[in-house]
Every structure is written in C-alpha cells, then in structure tokens.
Nanobody, 125 residues
Framework: VQLQASGGGLVQTGGSLRLSCAASGRTFSTYAMAWFRQAPGKEREFVSAINRIAGSTSYADSVKGRFTISRDNAKNMIFVYLQMDSLKPEDTAVYYC?????????????????WGQGTLVTVSS
C-alpha cells in the first residue's frame, strides 16, 4: 500500500497550488480519501475529505471556499487532488494524504489507516 503526495512548493499570498496523491496497492475505489496538514510546532489537522464515490466532500472551515478536493478512481490506482486557491501564509504546512476503507469523510487523524509521506507547501507574505 502506497500513498504518494506531490505538488507542494513555494507560492506567494493569493496564489494557487494543486496537490496530488497517488494511491496504489489496494482497491482504493472503496476508500475514502483525505488531506491533512501540519504546520511547524502545531498538531496535524484535517483539511478536506472525499468519500469513495466522490459524491460527498467536506472541508475545514479555514479552507472552505478556497480549496477543492477531487478524485479519479481507476481499477488499481486512485488519484486525489487538492486545488488550493487564494493561499494565505497560515496555509503553510506539510500536507498529507490519507485513506480509510469504506470511509465516509471522517475528520479524525486516528480514523485513517494509510498515510502518504507529505509534501511541503510554503506561502510567502
């Protein structure tokens, strides 16, 4: 089982980035997927989740209206995206993708079984 996150980088305030997460090794079409982030010196927090059939999404209040989660389901691989617009310095963090089988969009860190390695997003002021 592998989750590979990518797409992080340095961007100015107001800019955009698109994060990608490639999930392989399971039938990930049955998995709910999510993004979490961890800023320096802070705990990891929920950002967004999407259920296994992409019919339902949820967002943290801090990113609602600025971030959009989506997914492409394939037989043996899933791609999950996080489009981040109107970025702010407080969005600076390492972003992690996560997966849980038969999930429904949970927001708790302990609700997820699989985690990617993280990708760093830095928003300069």
């Amino acid at each position: 089982v592998q989750l590979q996150a990518s797409g992080g980088g340095l961007v100015q305030t107001g800019g955009s980035l698109r994060l990608s997460c490639a999930a392989s090794g399971r039938t990930f079409s049955t998995y709910a997927m999510a993004w979490f982030r961890q800023a320096p010196g802070k705990e990891r927090e929920f950002v967004s989740a999407i259920n296994r059939i992409a019919g339902s999404t949820s967002y943290a209040d801090s990113v609602k209206g600025r971030f959009t989660i989506s997914r492409d389901n394939a037989k043996n691989m899933i791609f999950v995206y996080l489009q981040m617009d109107s970025l702010k310095p407080e969005d600076t963090a390492v972003y992690y993708c996560a997966a849980v089988r038969y999930g429904w969009g949970q927001r708790g860190i302990n609700d997820y079984d699989y985690w990617g390695q993280g990708t760093l997003v830095t928003v300069s002021s």
